[in-house]
Structure formats: structure tokens, C-alpha cells
T-cell receptor, first 112, second 114 residues
Framework: QQKVQQSPESLSVPEGGMASFNCTSS?????YFWWYRQHSGEGPKALM???SDGDKKEGRFTAHLNKASLHVSLHIRDSQPSDSALYFC????????????WGSGTKLIIKP | EAAVTQSPRNKVAVTGGKVTLSCNQT?????MYWYRQDTGHGLRLIHY???????EKGDIPDGYKASRPSQENFSLILELATPSQTSVYFC?????????????FGPGTRLTVL
């Protein structure tokens, strides 16, 4: 079965610090990747997408994709208390039926 | 912005009872999805739909049925609820005209089966 392995399970970062998450996929057909963020009591919301090798930066958030190693990462600099949430990576294959394959999530806690 | 709503937001049901969770989207998306979220399992796909009248099985369909009577509405039905179905359920919608389309989620329904 197609899988996306996400790490770490949880992460505690001081306010103003850098938070980093990683995902490794098991299928070279995965071409489209997203990072979703879920605050407590809410549904997940897409944070960033990345479809090409390299870095994609949006404000304090940087995603990195390496299709050769099937690895995608997300980095948050200058972490804020509002960044405390559950973060998921999700992947889609080019020959998929619009399904997303989800990682298991990383719980991020920002310590004031 | 894309809008997906779910009802009810919280539900307590008895074992063996019938439960219907409803979802409405105003995004005019063809695709809709039902997920459940449990600690340690992330999001797991139960059923999905490509449009009105269509339902497809996801990864964990046993014990669940789905109904898509219109473009806007997608329901998840538990005919005989069991305690193992206690979970948080999310509905999502997504466009079908491009492979890079994201999914938009509702706020979730917390279901407790006693």
C-alpha cells in the first residue's frame, strides 16, 4: 500500500525558534505534495503545496522537495505560539483518482 | 473562500443505532471525501465521490455507507453504530479539473457511540 512516513511524531520548539518536519514517500509516482495544518477543534487547512524539486518559500514557511530521494520537508522560522498545531504532509500520484495519501501527522508545540 | 460545513458538530449515539452525518459544500467541487481522524492514525479515507449519484469506497469503508444526492451534499451513514466508530469525522471537497487541486475541509463532527 502506498505510504507517506512522517516524522517526528511531536516537536517542542521555543518561541522564535525553527521547527522542521519531514516526510518520505514510498512511491515514485507521487508528484504533488502538500503541507496541511490543523489547529485544535478545526479541520485541516492547506498551508503550502510543492510540486517541483527545490525550495518554495512563503513568508516564515519553507518547503523543500527532493523527488529523487522521495523526501519533502517543511521548515518554520521564527515560530509563534499560533503555529502550535498538528501538521500533515499529503501526496498525490500523477495517475491517482484525486486521492491524497496522508502522513500520520506531527504535533508542534511552541513554548513561550 | 471555499466553504464546507458539517452537521451535527457533536453527536452521541447508542450502539446499534443509525447515525447520519451531513456535509454541504458551496465550492462547486465535483469531488467530496469523508475521513475519520483518530490519535495515532492521522486521516483515514472512508468514502469519496466524483459527483452527484457517485460513491466510492476508500481505505476503511466497512460499517459505513455514503450518499451523494447532489453536487453540494454528501452524507455518511452508520447503519448500526458501534463503539469502535467513536471518532472525529471530517468532510472535504476538491476540484477534479486538475491533479494539483487541494482539498478543503469542514470543521468536523465528533461522534461518540456508547
Amino acid at each position: 500500500q502506498q505510504k507517506v512516513q512522517q516524522s517526528p511524531e511531536s516537536l517542542s520548539v521555543p518561541e522564535g525558534g525553527m521547527a522542521s518536519f519531514n516526510c518520505t514517500s514510498s512511491d515514485r509516482n507521487f508528484q504533488y505534495f502538500w503541507w496541511y495544518r490543523q489547529h485544535s477543534g478545526e479541520g485541516p487547512k492547506a498551508l503550502m503545496s510543492i510540486f517541483s524539486d527545490g525550495d518554495k518559500k512563503e513568508g516564515r514557511f519553507t518547503a523543500h522537495l527532493n523527488k529523487a530521494s522521495l523526501h519533502v520537508s517543511l521548515h518554520i522560522r521564527d515560530s509563534q505560539p499560533s503555529d502550535s498545531a498538528l501538521y500533515f504532509c499529503a501526496a498525490r500520484a500523477t495517475d491517482s483518482n484525486y486521492q491524497l495519501i496522508w502522513g500520520s501527522g506531527t504535533k508542534l508545540i511552541i513554548k513561550p | 473562500e471555499a466553504a464546507v460545513t458539517q452537521s451535527p458538530r457533536n453527536k452521541v449515539a447508542v450502539t446499534g443505532g443509525k447515525v447520519t452525518l451531513s456535509c454541504n459544500q458551496t465550492n462547486n467541487h465535483n469531488n467530496m471525501y469523508w475521513y475519520r481522524q483518530d490519535t495515532g492514525h492521522g486521516l483515514r479515507l472512508i468514502h469519496y465521490s466524483y459527483g452527484a449519484g457517485s460513491t466510492e469506497k476508500g481505505d476503511i469503508p466497512d460499517g459505513y455507507k455514503a450518499s451523494r444526492p447532489s453536487q453540494e451534499n454528501f452524507s455518511l451513514i452508520l447503519e448500526l453504530a458501534t463503539p469502535s466508530q467513536t471518532s472525529v469525522y471530517f468532510c472535504a471537497s476538491g476540484a477534479s479539473d486538475r491533479n494539483y487541486a487541494e482539498q478543503f475541509f469542514g470543521p468536523g463532527t465528533r461522534l461518540t457511540v456508547l
